[in-house]
T-cell receptor, first 118, second 105 residues
Framework: GAVVSQHPSRVICKSGTSVKIECRSL??????MFWYRQFPKQSLMLMAT?????????EQGVEKDKFLINHASLTLSTLTVTSAHPEDSSFYIC??????????????FGEGSWLTVV | GIQVEQSPPDLILQEGANSTLRCNFS?????LQWFHQNPWGQLINLFY???GTKQNGRLSATTVATERYSLLYISSSQTTDSGVYFC???????FGTGTRLKVLA
């Protein structure tokens, strides 16, 4: 089946610094990737949708200058949390969707990244 | 925007019991999927089911797109079924509120 890898799985950073999270589709080309945020005991909240080679589409209320998303290739999307603050601490998870020919419209998730800002 | 409600929010079962989880959409939906989130946060694909019925072992799912709901059936539940079950749909994969399942040995 389709495999999506996310790295790092856990990261601790100091307040005011930036941290980058990578999301890779290992065995298929991901034309679209989604980034979600999940607070404890809550559902996943869609942050943004990224299409390869174009700017990400952010959901209402998500600061695009704080959460920079880049989808430079068909197998890699990155989320950079800039000038991180403790309130940015959360579980971030990406998903990827292929071109429909192989995986259809099914999305596959990475393992997620736990971010702690101290 | 579209709302996705799941019921029940919490469910406790004895091992071996059967259960039905429901997912209601406020508007028409496509690309409907069911996921199981394990205690480590990993989301496991269960079904991609925009319409109709599918079965995979002890799990099956039915989506009635015209009535904007989907059901996930778990039969002969096991402790490893514990976790949170989410449905998600629409082209942006909006997630439902989730059902937290605990199966007791």
């Amino acid at each position: 089946g389709a495999v999506v890898s996310q790295h790092p799985s856990r990261v601790i950073c100091k307040s005011g610094t930036s941290v980058k999270i990578e999301c890779r589709s290992l065995d298929f080309q991901a034309t679209t990737m989604f980034w979600y945020r999940q607070f404890p005991k809550q559902s996943l909240m869609l942050m943004a949708t990224s299409n390869e080679g174009s700017k990400a589409t952010y959901e209402q209320g998500v600061e695009k200058d704080k959460f920079l998303i880049n989808h430079a290739s068909l197998t890699l999307s990155t989320l950079t949390v800039t000038s991180a603050h403790p309130e940015d601490s959360s579980f971030y998870i990406c998903s990827a969707r292929g071109d429909g020919l192989i995986s259809g419209n099914t999305i596959y998730f990475g393992e997620g990244s736990w971010l702690t800002v101290v | 925007g579209i709302q996705v409600e799941q019921s029940p929010p919490d469910l406790i079962l004895q091992e071996g019991a059967n259960s039905t989880l429901r997912c209601n959409f406020s508007d028409s939906v496509n690309n409907l999927q069911w996921f199981h989130q394990n205690p480590w946060g990993q989301l496991i694909n269960l079904f991609y089911i925009p319409s109709g019925t599918k079965q995979n072992g002890r799990l099956s799912a039915t989506t009635v797109a015209t009535e904007r709901y989907s059901l996930l059936y778990i039969s002969s539940s096991q402790t490893t079924d514990s976790g949170v079950y989410f449905c998600a749909g629409t082209y942006k994969y909006i997630f439902g509120t989730g059902t937290r399942l605990k199966v007791l040995a």
